[in-house]
């Protein structure tokens, strides 16, 4: 599917295409753009033996704009070192604007390459895809659904070249390939929640900007030997109750039965046998398959809890590049193909999750609940998973890169009966206030919650309100530092009673879309909230009160109490 080229031409374009590649300054072909002029992937110019370096990315697109494509080409921002992290836009009638892509009335999906940049074949298989949709001719997904590709997110990563087998340990090749973490050091698939990377804050300015419907983050699978070529996980939150359950439920099964039949690849729910993994989620449980986490930190969980459909895709880490691009490429293809078969269910689905919030404030009453903790189901399904055997050689011999040494594959697959864990389960609701209310000091907090697209207000003077305060009874700190923090958590209890807020306290409104987010990231107990990400520490005391207040009703508030819309002037002010 991803060569539309016959091989015994492919000599000629291989030589046309490194031209192009080479310098954007081709002379545009006459006429109608045909296979034969089309630019080639790195992989494709290398019998998949490299992957695209940042430049081979840029001069891709370029050749792509010369050939006069139709798409739109843009930057979502910087990285931490500088380079732009292009976009492209891809929809028949073609859009550039968020207002047009609305006024299309189609769902708009989302999709992300390389934000663990060792992991390579999200970044090509999405150029070969933009590059074979745009140009095809018969009508595909781009007639319904408007494509937004973001092929290098994690772009200073991927220039950090070095052999596979330091930088991506348990990977079959390319040989050279980019590290995980960004400039920073950052893991950029923890940063969702606290967003302290550049990288992560352009995509949650395009999250806010164009809204997506749907949003996949393309990745590669670290651990076990499996027979997958890919496997797949849509938002794990129980917050996440839109996109998470219709995702998991009513997508991904159809998108299963379409790799196998369509294109021959066997795909499965992500996850891990639970005999390989060193900190297992039960140790009661000897034989079993896991998923991963369900906090926001990952991407395709936070975007849940937005409201919106995440999906993860992880392509299998033991096979060559060649046919991890080929799967990565089905399952996008095929993600595409059936959101836009699904266009006017997953549009009313992305306007229930917004409307659902907006009766919270009027009537806080109502009680609707957000799980803000969770743990891995205890009732796992029966189900056979596909294991590959694996054999010692005798020897510390390498026989194949990703493998460890002394041991080989044997391509004996066998489907083994076991419990699979999925899903997550709440362990702790919250039922969402009218309001939080946050301190006038408390400025870094209002600052990253208005980055997520949380709308602000500031009330000139003092009031109180019917509402509840945090006392806190204890102070839990991680030992381990993780990505630069000590993770901090909460235990208390709620007092209610009239509040009393000084002049200039924020109000963060629950009625609002991703109201279910806010209260995510301010209550005091979420599992991967502010107070988490030490937004909160210095305010923190055995015995004290939490900082964010829960306001029950918002309506008795007293008159005089002016409140100002968040504004682009009193944004920049709060980051001084
Ligand atoms: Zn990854």
Known sequence: MISVVPAEVRTLISAVA?????????????????????????????????????????????????????????????????????????????VSTPSAARALGRPIVYVQGNIHAGEVEGKDALLALVRDLAFAEKPNALDSI????????????????????????????????????????????????????????????????????VFVD??????????????????????A?????????????????????????????????????????DTTVREGWATY????????????????????????????????????????????????EREAAIRSLSARADSQPLGWGPSPDSLRTVSIRSQLTKTPLMLDVIKEDLEKTGDSSITQPGVPRGLRRTGRFAPVRMPVYDRFTSTLDRAAPAAYVVAPGDTAAVTLLRLHGIRVDRSDTAWSARGEAFVIDSIIT??????????????????????????????????????????????????????????????????????????LDLSRRGRGAAIRRSSASSLRELQN
């Open 18 to 94: 490194v031209i192009i590649v080479a310098g954007c300054s081709t002379p545009v072909p006459p006429g109608p753009p045909n296979p034969a002029t089309f630019p080639r992937t790195r992989p494709e110019l290398t019998s998949y033996r490299e992957t695209s370096r940042y430049r081979d990315v840029r001069s891709f697109l370029d050749s792509l704009r010369t050939l006069r494509a139709p798409l739109t080409f843009g930057s979502i921002g910087k990285t931490n070192e500088g380079r732009e992290i292009p976009y492209v836009i891809a929809s028949r009638p073609l």
């Open 241 to 281: 109750v839109f996109g998470g359950v219709y995702a998991r439920d009513s997508l991904l099964p159809v998108l299963r039965q379409r790799m196998r039949i369509r294109h021959g690849f066997e795909t499965f729910d992500y996850g891990n046998f639970i005999s390989d993994e060193r900190n297992g989620v």
């Open 293 to 340: 986490d369900p906090r926001p930190r990952f991407g395709t969980d936070y975007y849940g809890i937005r409201g919106r459909i995440g999906i993860l895709s992880e392509a299998y880490s033991h096979d060559p590049l060649e046919r991890r691009i080929a799967s990565t490429y089905a399952f996008t293809r095929e993600i595409l193909s059936l959101v836009g």
């Open 146 to 213: 408007v494509l937004i590709a973001v092929p290098i997110y994690n772009a200073d990563g991927n220039e950090r070249f070095a052999s596979q087998s330091v930088n991506r340990t348990e990977q079959n090749g390319p040989e050279l390939v980019g590290i995980r973490a960004n400039a920073q050091n950052l893991d950029l698939n923890r940063d969702y929640v606290k967003a302290e990377a550049p990288e992560t804050r352009a995509s949650l300015a395009m999250f806010n900007t164009w809204d997506p419907d």
């Open 478 to 551: 991680a030992q381990r530092p993780f990505q630069g923090h000590r993770e901090v958590r909460l235990k208390g209890r709620w007092e209610r009673g009239l509040q009393t807020m000084l002049p200039k306290s924020f109000i963060v409104s629950t009625a609002q879309p991703r109201g279910a987010l806010i209260v995510y990231l301010l209550e005091p107990e979420s599992d991967d909230g502010f107070t988490t990400w030490n937004l909160f520490d210095s305010r923190l005391q055995k015995g004290g009160r939490f900082p964010v207040r829960r306001i």
């Open 218 to 239: 393309l990745h590669t699978t670290n651990g076990s030997y499996h027979g997958y070529a890919l496997t797949y996980s849509p938002s794990l939150n129980p917050a």
